[in-house]
């Protein structure tokens, strides 16, 4: 069984290859390929942005008349996302690039633009160095001055590494914390200190008021107010209210209560008189001995005997009202 996919190919014995016909093609016939765009570019007619990598289906052609070293140069033509313009660009061998040519700018390239600008010095240098030799003399001694200072950057940086090898960096933080922990500690001193100061300051100026207080008592009422709350006005305003509104309302439905009895004008006391009693038959009674300290004791008459207290009394009491016949009411 043959293979598929067959690479060699058999040529008879007799094969002659200048007898195949060749085809008369132009030199600068155009190939359709894919490829990438090379790098970063903008379209010169609407502005649109391509980027390095985008893929396209361009045209090749062969540069005529330009070749590097015997290498051929060649020319592609793609066309603008956006709004179709023709852009072309060719190879740079010599620079191992590509070049733009028409149709769009290319972007991000100072680097190369440095790089040539370093070459074309470095040409001029020694196109001068050939025809003088004042100059290669010249140009000499920058250089080694320029390496001295080099060396001396160098040495400078050997230097500064071998001190940042040599520090301890545990033993520099832990002596940073000491010192924060120090000065935290001095701060705390500080503020005792002068809340110290202050306290002794309030109680002098305390002792103070208190001896002035002293020397001149000031008035203090025998009954200090209570506390007041809060509320308390609400209730001292409400309860007198609520009050005033019973109170009214009774009188409204009971009546208006007075102090004095409506009977006490019914009753009328009669003044004692003397002439009074001595037409009734009734006789001046006797003053009663009185068993008090402070007393004075009356004489009786000879022949009589004091009364009882309680009789005395009695009598004392009829003999201070009058009969009901004198009443207003007959």
Request: one cysteine or more; proline letters at 7%; glycine letters at 4%.
């Amino acid at each position: 069984m043959s293979e598929r996919k067959v690479l060699n190919k058999y040529y008879p014995p007799d094969f002659d290859p200048s007898k195949i016909p060749k085809l008369k093609l132009p030199k600068d016939r155009q190939y359709v390929v894919r490829l990438m765009a090379p790098f970063n570019m903008r379209c010169k007619t609407c502005g649109e942005y391509i980027y390095k990598g985008k893929k396209f289906n361009a045209r090749k052609e062969t540069v005529q008349n330009e070749m590097y070293l015997g290498l051929p140069i060649f020319r592609f033509y793609i066309k603008c996302t956006r709004c179709l313009a023709e852009i072309t660009f060719k190879t740079d061998p010599e620079n191992t690039d590509y070049t733009m040519e028409h149709g769009a700018t290319r972007n991000f390239q100072a680097e190369k633009l440095l790089e040539e600008e370093e070459k074309r010095m470095q040409k001029e240098r020694e196109e001068e160095e050939l025809n003088n030799p004042m100059k290669v003399l010249e140009n000499r001694t920058k250089d080694s001055k320029l390496e001295m200072e080099v060396l001396e950057n160098l040495q400078e940086l050997k230097e500064l590494n071998q001190r940042q090898a040599n520090v301890d960096f545990e033993s520099m933080l832990k002596q940073y914390k000491e010192y924060e922990e120090e000065q935290k500690r001095q701060e705390k001193e500080e503020d005792e200190q002068e809340l110290k100061a202050m306290l002794e300051e309030a109680e002098n100026r305390r002792l103070l008021q208190d001896s002035d207080s002293d020397e001149e008592p000031a008035r203090v009422s025998p009954h200090p107010a209570a506390k007041l709350k809060a509320t308390d006005f609400l209730q001292e305003d409400t309860e007198p209210q609520s009050k005033k509104l019973r109170a009214e309302n009774w009188e409204k439905s009971v009546g208006k209560l007075n102090s004095k009895p409506q009977l006490a004008g019914l009753v009328t006391v009669k003044k004692q008189n003397p002439g009074s009693t001595v037409a009734n038959g009734r006789g001046k009674l006797p003053a009663l001995p009185s068993t008090g300290a402070g007393s004075r004791s009356v004489p009786l008459p000879a022949g009589t005997q004091p009364a009882p207290a309680a009789q005395g009394s009695s009598l004392s009491l009829l003999g201070a009202y009058s009969d009901s016949e004198d009443s207003p009411s007959d």
